[in-house]
C-alpha cells in the first residue's frame, strides 16, 4: 500500500515526553509512532508528514469575526465552516491573495506602504508572527463575504519531520523530534499548527494521519567505510541519531563525527544520554558540542568546526561526507562560511578556489543538506 497526502495512514502515538529541560527556551518532544501493518519502511534521512488539525480557539475566534454561525456549510462546500477550518483550511499563516484583498478593502497605511514596495522582504515582515485574524482586525469594521473570504485561504498543508530513529533498530517504528512553536504578540497566544497539534492533543493512543516523505538526496553511504562529519544544532540533530543508530546496526567500520548546538548544556542537550552512549561504546569517534550560553562568549557549531580545521579538512580529502542539518536561514550560512575559510587557510587559496573545492564536494555527493 502506498500511503501519500490523500490517502494517510492513521498512526498510532505510542508514547511522547518532553527532551528540553525546566528552565529551557524551547519545548522540544520526543514522539514515538507506530507504523503498525502500514507497510511503510522508511531509511535514514527520510521525513514523515504529518497532516494536523487547526486549533479550536482560533478557528471559533475567525468564525466570531466572520460574525457566522459555525455549522453553515459553506456555497459548494460538503462541511460545516468550523470542520473546513479544523481540517481542510491554512488559518494560521495569511496568503498573499488575503494580504492584498485586506489592504484593498481597508485603510491602514503601514500594510498599503508594503504592499506598494513590492518588496517580499518588507510583506515577509510585517507578516512576521501574525495570523489570518491579526490581518482581518487590522480594521475591525471589515466585513469579508464568507465564501469569498475561503477563496482568500490556502489547504491546510502538511508538516515534515527528519525521522529520528533507524528501522532497523525500531522494527515498525518511527520516532520524531519537535520542537513546539508557541509565542506571544499584542497580548495574543500564538500555537504553530502541526507542533502544537501534536504536543497538546496527541496523547498516547491518539491516531494522527502520516506518509512517508523519502530523502533521495540526504542518505548513508553504502559503503560501509565512509567516515562520516554530522553537523546538526537543535533539532537538526533528528537524522543524525537516526544515522548513528543505523551505523551501529550495521556495524560500519567508518568513522563518526559529530558537532551539536544548542543554548545551555543542562537545558538543550536533547538526546545526552544517547549520544553519551555512542561515544561511549565508539559509534561515535568524535564528539564536539557548542552551548552559547554557558559562557559569556557565544560559542556556536562552526567555532567548534573552526577549532578542529586542520582535521575537519583531513577527514574531508580522505574521503569523509559532510551533513548539514537545520536552519537554512543563518546556521547552514555560517556553516557554509566557515568551511570555505578552513578551505582557504588550508590550501592556502583564494575564495574562487575554495568555492571551487565545495562545488566539487556538491558534485561527489560529499557534502549534503538537509535545510529548511
Known amino acids: 500500500m502506498i500511503w501519500n497526502r490523500k490517502k494517510p495512514y492513521l498512526a498510532e502515538i505510542i508514547s511522547s515526553k518532553l527532551l528540553s529541560g525546566k528552565y529551557s527556551n524551547k519545548e522540544i518532544m520526543h514522539y514515538e509512532i507506530s507504523l503498525g501493518d502500514s507497510g511503510i519502511y522508511y531509511e535514514p534521512g527520510d521525513s514523515l508528514a504529518v497532516i494536523p488539525t487547526n486549533d479550536h480557539n482560533l478557528v471559533l475566534a475567525i468564525i466570531d469575526r466572520l460574525d457566522v454561525n459555525p455549522s453553515?456549510?459553506?456555497d459548494g462546500q460538503n462541511s460545516s465552516l468550523f470542520e473546513l477550518l479544523i481540517s481542510h483550511y491554512e488559518i494560521l499563516t495569511?496568503?498573499?491573495r488575503l494580504i492584498y484583498f485586506i489592504n484593498e478593502n481597508?485603510?491602514?497605511?503601514?500594510?498599503?506602504?508594503v504592499v506598494k514596495s513590492d518588496d517580499k522582504n518588507l510583506l515577509n515582515q510585517f507578516k512576521y508572527g501574525k495570523d489570518v485574524l491579526d490581518f482581518i482586525n487590522l480594521d475591525k469594521n471589515l466585513m469579508i463575504d464568507l465564501n469569498i473570504f475561503l477563496t482568500l485561504l490556502k489547504q491546510l498543508q502538511h508538516r515534515a519531520y527528519s525521522i529520528t530513529s533507524s528501522y532497523n533498530a525500531y522494527p515498525k517504528k518511527v520516532h520524531l523530534t519537535v520542537s513546539?512553536?508557541?509565542?506571544?504578540?499584542n497580548l495574543r497566544d500564538y500555537h504553530g499548527v502541526c507542533s502544537t497539534f501534536l504536543a497538546d492533543?496527541?496523547?498516547?493512543g491518539t491516531?494522527?494521519?502520516?506518509?512517508?516523505i523519502p530523502n533521495r538526496t540526504f542518505k548513508l553511504p553504502k559503503n560501509q567505510k565512509k567516515d562520516l562529519i554530522m553537523i546538526g544544532p537543535g533539532t537538526g540533530l533528528a537524522p543524525f541519531i537516526s544515522f548513528l543508530q543505523e551505523r551501529k546496526f550495521l556495524r560500519s567500520s567508518g568513522k563518526n563525527w559529530l558537532f551539536f548546538g544548542a543554548q545551555t548544556r543542562i537545558n538543550d542537550f536533547i538526546y545526552e544520554n544517547e549520544i553519551l552512549n555512542f561515544k561511549k561504546n565508539n559509534v561515535l569517534q568524535k564528539l564536539d558540542l557548542a552551548f552559547s550560553r554557558d559562557q559569556s562568549k557565544k560559542i556556536y557549531v562552526q567555532d567548534r568546526m573552526y577549532e578542529s580545521r586542520a582535521e575537519i579538512f583531513q577527514w574531508i580529502e580522505d574521503g569523509a561526507i559532510l551533513y548539514v542539518c537545520g536552519d537554512a536561514l543563518k546556521m547552514a550560512k555560517d556553516v557554509d562560511s566557515i568551511l570555505r575559510k578552513i578551505i582557504e587557510e588550508q590550501l592556502n587559496c583564494n575564495e574562487t578556489k575554495s568555492l571551487a573545492y565545495i562545488k566539487n564536494l556538491k558534485k561527489e555527493k560529499?557534502?549534503?543538506?538537509?535545510?529548511?
Open 72 to 74: 453553515i456549510i459553506p
Open 94 to 96: 495569511p496568503t498573499n
Open 106 to 113: 481597508i485603510k491602514h497605511n503601514d500594510l498599503n506602504k
Open 180 to 185: 513546539t512553536q508557541r509565542w506571544k504578540n
Open 201 to 204: 492533543k496527541c496523547i498516547k
Open 207 to 212: 491516531k494522527i494521519k502520516v506518509f512517508l
Open 366 to 372: 560529499r557534502y549534503l543538506l538537509d535545510v529548511y
